[in-house]
């Protein structure tokens, strides 16, 4: 199969990622042949692929057609990181008032076209994205998980952070990633995005004892679109 | 039998029972105390107070591929308290014919000793301080010297061994219990009654990130997903099993229908399963009151608080 590796704005730590381990992702080679990937190959064919991955938001005119053609040109699109799946660092323009005239929203990849799934994270777990691409390959759904990094961390033998009195998120954010933040002793971003059914409203309300309104919203910013309701109204009544 | 060991005696006796066994006992990681192996005694070996998580960690391990056969094992827990060895009587009737539980459990030896009741603890309300279930229990004297009981074959065995005066009588401590209090002869039937409770489990519910985080820690909390992996190196497929649990929304999912939809179905029927089918199809509750769960909640959700209110509400509306 053939396999096109896109990055919009962004860092492009999540193509690093994929690269960090070359061995591990020299597997994943043998069951595609890379058409694009210009932060590690000279020659890029425009395509068509079987699976694209695409990382970052777009924001120039010039993104936004590449991604209109990459969803043209491949058969399923996956998404890459926090960025292309919830917006990422920059998405927390939007909850600003910009300083600058007519400036667009940032919008996330699955805003822009349809996507078939999300590889989440800041950055990505590069197993997961492994995994992913062989499950694609042999015609399987991938598998997303899809708990909160509470119950990883839990399995870490590690105490809870919230409970010390750091503002953690990790009770309401996907996990997958193996707790590693938690572990150490650093709290939850959020990076990968909240889990499904989950309660943003006990979040706001447990945060209040460490942090202000405004810096419990700015911690929020993060989950991008999936927020934005609770950060207008406040608080449930 | 039961002897009398020294502190020197007794580490002599820890690497009498490692050479044997893969000792898994409390050690210090980063100012925590988790269930670790461990080839050396420390002062952390006889911990009085819990580890993060049970012993279940490692009996109920994540399994690769399914379709292998499992690998027998001695495994030793030294150090464990009265709680988690309860558990594991419970958990071995859970898991009498899972062949990975049976390849862990069959050969492993269990070292219990005393502990210190915690402020979330409430093992007592489930009778699970007897002394029962263990192969040894090492319990601390106050002049510093160790009497060691050995109940089975295996730690008679292994008790002979070790140096130490043989004691004709002696008499257990009785652990310590603390205030915390519910009344288990109506518990069951006002679980049971999720109709006439449904506004109090609405309000927990609310106030619960269904994280899990309880699940996780819960000696007797043994749920699992069942999935399909592909080995990227050679495109194998393997059946393997994995740690989940009820609280989680794809648990209950299939074939795109949701049995329980909602976050206080959930966390009903967490409560059901340990307080009404537990001790339906196992005949005991599953929970021994270790208290870990309160422990762990990032929400601060209290089970002692939960039970005693339920059984509050349940009396003022029977009686």
């Known amino acids: ?237 | 039998m039961v002897k009398r060991l020294s502190l020197d005696n007794i580490s002599k006796f820890y690497a009498l029972v490692a050479a044997e066994y893969t000792v898994y006992s409390p050690s210090q990681k980063g100012g925590l105390v988790s269930l670790e192996p461990k080839k050396y005694f420390d002062r952390y070996s006889l911990f009085k107070f819990q580890t993060i998580m049970p012993p279940k960690k490692v009996l109920l391990e994540n399994v690769y591929d399914l379709e292998s056969n499992p690998k027998e094992q001695k495994l030793a827990f030294f150090g464990i308290h009265l709680c988690d060895v309860k558990a594991i009587a419970t958990m071995d009737r859970i898991f009498a014919k899972d062949p990975f539980y049976r390849a862990k459990r069959d050969d492993s030896l269990i070292v219990a000793t005393g502990c210190q009741p915690t402020e979330s603890c409430f093992c007592h309300v489930f009778g699970a301080n007897k002394h029962q279930g263990f192969d040894l229990f090492i319990q601390e004297e106050h002049d510093g010297m160790f009497t060691v009981f050995a109940k089975s074959a295996k730690g008679v065995e292994l008790l002979q061994k070790s140096k130490g005066k043989i004691l004709m009588s002696a008499s257990y401590q009785p652990i310590g219990q603390n205030q915390n209090e519910i009344d288990l002869s109506e518990l069951t039937d006002a679980v049971e009654n999720r109709r006439l409770f449904e506004q109090h489990w609405q309000g927990i519910a609310n106030n619960c990130f269904g994280c899990g985080a309880c699940t996780a820690v819960c000696p007797l909390c043994f749920c699992f997903d069942t999935i399909d992996r592909t080995d990227p190196e050679g495109g194998n497929c393997h059946r393997s099993r994995t740690d989940d649990a009820c609280f989680f929304a794809n648990f209950s999912k299939i074939s795109n229908h949701d049995f329980r939809p909602e976050n206080v179905d959930r966390l009903y029927n967490w409560y059901h399963h340990k307080f009404v089918r537990g001790p339906k199809e196992n005949g005991d509750f599953l929970c021994v009151g270790c208290g870990r769960c309160i422990t762990a909640c990032p929400a601060n959700l209290n089970i002692i608080r939960i039970l005693s209110a339920i059984d509050n509400v349940f009396d003022r509306a029977t009686n």
């Open chain 1, 1 to 237: 199969m053939t396999l096109g590796i896109f990055s919009l704005t962004c860092c492009e730590g999540c193509q690093f990622e994929l690269l960090n381990f070359y061995d591990d992702f020299a597997h994943v080679l043998n069951f595609y042949d890379i058409l694009n990937f210009s932060l590690a190959q000279e020659e890029n064919l425009p395509g068509p692929f079987d699976v694209a991955l695409v990382e970052g938001t777009p924001e120039t005119r010039e993104e936004l057609k590449l991604l209109k053609g990459i969803r043209k040109q491949s058969k399923i699109l996956v998404t890459l990181g926090t960025c292309a799946h919830l917006g990422g660092i920059q998405a927390q323009r939007n909850f600003k008032e910009s300083e600058v005239k007519g400036k667009r929203k940032v919008l996330p990849v699955s805003k822009v076209v349809d996507i078939d799934y999300a590889i989440t994270g800041c950055p990505i777990n590069r197993e997961e994205a492994y995994q992913t691409l062989v499950d694609i390959y042999h015609g399987r759904e991938p598998y997303q998980i899809n708990y909160p990094v509470c119950f990883e961390c839990r399995h870490n033998q590690v105490k809870c952070l919230l409970k010390e009195g750091k503002p953690c998120l990790g009770s309401i954010t996907r996990g997958g990633c193996n707790a590693i933040c938690t572990t150490n002793g650093f709290v939850c971003l959020g990076c990968r995005g909240p889990v499904e059914q989950t309660n943003l409203y006990k979040i706001k309300e447990m945060l209040k004892k460490y942090l202000t309104d405004k810096e419990i919203n700015q911690r929020l910013e993060i989950y991008g679109e999936f927020v934005d309701n609770i950060i207008k109204e406040g608080d449930r009544h």
